[in-house]
């Protein structure tokens, strides 16, 4: 069978760098992408090719489907990874890779389009007998939504039918809020998704995010590679994920994974794809949440404990072959946890934060996997996702994972932007994680308030600093990460001072 | 010789460190309030700093970015500041004064205040985005818009004045 000679990636970061690795090890030509903002970047440096598509923003560049298109033919790549985010569950997108002749490395269009509709996908599930969320979707007009919320009852969510990753989406807590909230999440699905039709769903406070992973073939063959836990969230985006769940035992695991396999067969799924779960841990009962149509962030833990190469095997089944595996060849071996490093400040509501990576050294050791899309001298910029590096243990049991991670934060140097390094660090250590008692708002509910910032530090701290100011007077030579000690120069100033312009 | 430096790390409010740096042969001596520290340099190249401190062996990573100095040791980053012209401002304390600043960088992608109108606690009065997040800036308290800083479409850096009101 013949596998492609070149693929285009249409994405940037990390995931682009995974696509790539797996491309290099096919013997599979690899075509980067990049905006203006990402000339220099960990993407652009290691794809055998890479095409200028645009200027910073994402809808101008990663996200702008004619250019990315002409990229690939100008390039002679026979298919296109998508990666996840931007264009990656955009039916459109897929729908015109493959007008273009060229492959398009994922699910049928069809299958995008009617998992990516919320309201869609909740109805068709309920006909295929799979339990959704109690919830609402159909007329959407306010007081539609209003009357459907009245019998859902209260909190629940508002969310974009077209939406995902957290966006467009918003926690009511009681009827004088729902207006509010329907107009804020109308604006932000409008922005983000330019559909602002919006769904209810009842809002489970302490339940459980589980999701499975898929892997299908066109030729009919489907596995499930069992489940991640992803229940660490702070602003409802994962930050924590790992596999086997602390929850669940092999009867769950059977009805859990044969729900996905039916919820996925629904839309005749072909490539990778992942069925998100909510779990009610005191009532023990699940309910469909959505299907992400694409590779997700979190699948090294699956890779790690199942020994399948989801991003080859997508390319694999892309080019038509047969799934290696059948379902009763496929263990979960030993404990996999993955921890997302996110340039971001903690003590200031977990916001995006931007900056130059003056020193990135990324842990390392046995059992330690780290999928990163930037090294020491790139820059986390305004314009995209703040996701620096994915740090993932593999360890026998999960008491050595958490330990090995650990170990590995511990290691970890990130210098000239904030980070939620130490933070993952304080979750790890906490005594509901170590005993998998956390739910979707655990973070918010422990951490909240109490987000004291690293302790004062020690004496030794500001002893090497004031030495360093010595140090680097003496010898400038002695430090490239020393990036600009003239606080007077006018070349680093950060306002918008143009000489001779308006300003 | 004394090196001064404020604590930030998000702290609301800086501390301040004075630490003394006496030169001794190849050696220092640093003195910290009333503690003195012998101080070895074993090895200091491309930022990574190895020091022997009271006879142990530490090391640490280093790197500046105008007038701050972020310094890693053991597992935990610090950020500190020389204290100069540019020292920063610190925007739960702002807010106390009616000054709005902006909490992240981001694109401002609405206005909906002007100059002299009277907002009520609570009240949107800017929309940012950034990262395709929607972030509200409501009025702290009730009172007068002074001063909009700011107009749509332009970006605003973390701790940019937005709105003052009194």
């Known amino acids: ?503 | 010789m004394i090196q001064r430096f404020l604590l930030l790390n998000g702290a609301p409010l800086p501390n301040n460190y004075e630490i003394g740096l006496e030169q001794d042969g190849a050696d220092y001596r640093a003195r910290l309030g009333d503690q003195v520290f012998k101080v070895e340099i074993l090895d200091d190249i491309e930022g990574r700093l190895t020091i022997r401190l009271n006879g142990t062996v530490l090391q640490f990573y280093w790197a500046a970015d105008q007038d701050k100095r972020w310094v890693w040791h053991n597992g935990c980053s610090y950020v500190l500041e020389k204290p100069g012209p540019r020292t920063i401002s610190y925007s739960s304390l702002q807010a106390a004064q009616g000054q709005i600043l902006s909490p992240m960088p981001a694109q401002v992608r609405l206005v909906d205040v002007q100059q002299g109108v009277l907002v009520s606690q609570g009240q949107p009065m800017i929309i940012l985005e950034a990262m395709k997040m929607e972030i509200r800036i409501i009025a702290p308290f009730s009172g007068c818009v002074k001063l909009v800083a700011v107009r749509k479409g332009q970006t605003v850096a973390r701790d940019e004045l937005l709105v003052e009101i009194e």
């Not at chain 1, 308030?449 to 003496?474: F, T, Y």
């Open chain 1, 1 to 503: 069978m013949k596998i492609f000679d070149k693929i285009l990636i249409a994405n940037r970061g990390e995931i682009a760098v995974r696509v790539i690795r797996a491309c290099r090890e096919m013997g599979i030509h690899s075509v980067a992408v990049y905006s203006d903002a990402d000339q220099k970047a960990m993407h652009v440096r290691m794809a055998d090719e890479a095409v200028w598509i645009g200027p910073a923003p994402a809808a101008q560049s990663y996200l702008n489907i004619s250019r990315i298109l002409q990229a690939a033919v100008e390039s002679k790549a026979q298919a296109i990874h998508p990666g996840y985010g931007f264009l990656a569950e955009n039916a459109g997108f897929a729908r015109m890779v493959r007008e273009s002749g060229l492959v398009f490395i994922g699910p049928p269009t069809e299958a995008i389009q009617a998992m990516g509709d919320k309201a869609e996908a909740r109805r068709r599930m309920q006909a295929a007998g799979v339990p959704v969320v109690p919830g609402y979707q159909d007329e959407d007009d306010n007081d539609s939504l209003l009357r459907a919320a009245h019998e859902i009852g209260y909190p629940l969510f508002v969310k974009a039918a077209a939406g995902g990753g957290g966006k467009g989406m918003r926690v009511v807590n009681d009827a004088t809020d729902l207006s509010g909230a329907i107009g804020a999440a109308r604006r932000e699905a409008q922005h983000a998704f330019g559909d602002d039709r919006l769904i209810l769903e009842a809002y489970l406070p302490r339940a459980r995010h589980i999701e499975f992973q898929i892997l299908a073939d066109q030729h009919g063959a489907m596995v499930h590679l069992f489940e991640r836990e992803c229940s660490v969230q702070r602003r409802r985006q994962k930050i924590i994920e790992e596999t086997p769940s602390p929850c669940l035992d092999d009867r769950l695991r059977a009805a859990m994974s044969a729900a996905a396999l039916a919820a996925a067969r629904v839309v005749e799924y072909t490539n990778a794809g992942t069925v998100e779960f909510i779990f009610d841990p005191h009532q023990h009962r699940f309910y469909f949440l959505e299907m992400n149509t694409r590779l997700q962030v979190e699948h090294p833990v699956t890779e790690l404990v199942t020994g399948i190469d989801l991003v080859q095997w997508q390319i694999r089944i892309a080019a038509g072959e047969h799934l290696p595996v059948r379902q009763e060849q496929l263990v979960q071996r030993g404990h996999a946890i993955e921890c997302r490093l996110y340039a971001e400040t903690v003590e200031n509501d977990f916001l995006p934060a931007v900056g130059p990576l003056l020193r990135f050294i990324e842990p390392a050791g046995p059992g330690i996997r780290v999928d990163s899309g930037f090294t020491s001298g790139d820059e986390i910029t305004i314009h995209y996702d703040p996701l620096i590096a994915k740090v993932t243990a593999f360890a026998e049991d999960r008491p050595s994972a958490i330990r090995r991670m650990l170990s590995a934060l511990s290691s970890t140097v990130l210098l000239g932007t904030p980070s939620n390094t130490h933070f993952l660090v304080e979750v790890l250590k906490s005594d509901d994680f170590q005993h998998g008692r956390v739910h979707t708002n655990w973070v918010e509910e422990i951490f909240q308030g109490q987000r004291a910032p690293v302790s004062e530090p020690a004496p030794a701290v500001l002893i090497a600093a004031a030495l360093k100011e010595i140090l680097s007077e003496k010898n400038p030579k002695a430090d490239s990460a020393l990036r600009n000690i003239d606080p007077y120069s006018p070349w680093d100033l950060n306002d918008r001072f143009r000489p001779g312009g308006p300003q």
